[in-house]
């Protein structure tokens, strides 16, 4: 836990000008004491309006902040959902070929607008240019917001040619909830990211940004 500490000498206002003397002849060694590069802790000197001298003094560990990670879109599922089912349209399989080319451009359009937004504490789905609210989860309620904390595994399938990415988290309901999500995003980032925030899987990573 971080503390601010004042040091003893430290007042609001300093008026009486024999004060600010004192304050003044007595700050060098003072000052020289605590700047001493084998103190162990880290403090800064400020001086305030009325000369006060103030010592702020920070323990414990240093917190520090991870940055915001958005993996980018990567449309090869959609491409080969189309492709296969141009193919099936080809060669009359036309029965087949609607639900995969249907598949297909619900992925195409969903790749334009769906990010995964790892911040500093949770996974996050958002939509649209502008990182929207991707509001409540139509499946099993809640906001589409889960924090690494809660996390008990997750798999990338496959490594190599990702295709869909399993998580279960306990923030929906203590007993777990599982999520299933096609891999619209590449894989590489996508796995990296939910190594670091959510410790690692039984899988290889992907070899193929």
């Not at 099936?88 to 359009?109: E, Q, R, S």
């Not at 929207?132 to 499946?139: A, L, R, T």
């Not at 589409?144 to 190599?160: A, D, G, I, M, Q």
């Amino acid at each position: 836990m971080a503390s601010t500490l004042l040091s003893a000498p430290c007042f609001l206002s300093l008026q009486n000008k024999e004060v600010g003397g004192f304050v003044r002849n007595f700050r060098s060694s003072f000052y020289g004491k605590l700047m001493d590069p084998q103190c162990s802790l880290r403090r800064n000197f400020s001086r305030s309006h009325g000369g006060c001298l103030v010592v702020a003094s920070v323990l414990g560990r240093r917190v520090k902040s991870r940055e915001t990670v958005i993996p980018d879109p990567d449309y090869r599922i959609p491409v080969v959902l189309l492709g296969l089912a141009g193919g099936l349209a080809y060669t009359n399989n036309l029965l087949p070929a609607a639900p995969v080319g249907l598949l297909g451009l619900l992925l195409l359009f969903q790749t334009t607008r769906v990010r995964f937004v790892f911040d500093d504490e949770a996974l996050e789905v958002k939509v649209g240019e502008q990182l929207q609210d991707s509001g409540e989860n139509v499946f099993v309620g809640g906001k589409n917001r889960w924090r690494y904390s809660t996390f008990v595994n997750w798999e990338l399938w496959w490594p190599n040619f990702p295709i869909l990415v399993y998580f279960k988290e306990t923030q929906t309901k203590p007993e777990g909830q599982v999520h299933f999500f096609p891999v619209i995003f590449n894989g590489k980032q996508l796995y990296d990211v939910m190594v670091e925030r959510a410790g690692p899987s039984k899988n290889s990573g992907p070899r193929e940004s």
